[in-house]
């Protein structure tokens, strides 16, 4: 079985990908094509419960808990917003929720996308991150329950 990687190295990859394009179009094309690859969320999770707060466009996260790690899918309306949805996935999806609880995810601003980003898209990014965070917590409490 091999070691998943840690999130501060995934976002390193993340950083390498994004340095390899020169202009922010192409970096919103591999955006985009980012999402693309995302696998789709089942219909039945797209509910109210489950839509981020805060985002201008749709999106719909759903996390579940096995063997210690957090797992997130998730989806969106709009194509640049699934793309950076998935980024987030991509990094932090599969690993423990202590580490994405304290996760700083320092590429979002190595890559320079808040800054090409526009208010709302960066306030959205913001919800998904606190998001994705929030469940982290509440399967880490989840978790200390059952032990207790």
């Given amino acids: 079985m091999h070691a998943h990687p840690s999130i501060s190295q995934i976002e390193e990859e993340i950083v390498e990908e994004f340095s ?17 690859k995302l696998p789709p969320l089942d219909e039945m999770h ?3 419960d489950n ?8 999106v719909w996260m759903v996390s579940s808990y096995s063997e210690g790690r957090v797992h997130y899918n998730a989806d969106s309306d709009a194509m640049i ?3 950076l949805i998935s980024m987030l996935v991509r990094v932090l999806s599969g690993q423990k929720a202590e580490d994405i609880r304290s996760a700083e995810l320092k590429f979002i601003e190595k890559i320079d996308m808040s800054s090409h ?10 919800a998904m991150v606190k998001q994705m965070k ?3 917590t509440v399967w880490a409490m989840k ?5 207790g």
Wanted: contains cysteine.
């Fill in 117 to 126: 980003l526009a208010q709302t898209r960066s306030n959205g990014l913001r």
């Fill in 46 to 48: 797209k509910t109210e």
């Fill in 81 to 83: 917003v699934k793309g």
């Fill in 20 to 36: 390899l394009f020169d202009n922010w179009e192409d970096k919103y094309e591999y955006i985009i094509d980012m999402g693309k």
């Fill in 51 to 58: 839509k981020i707060r805060g985002c201008q466009s749709a």
């Fill in 134 to 136: 929030l469940d982290a």
């Fill in 143 to 147: 978790e200390q329950g059952n032990q």
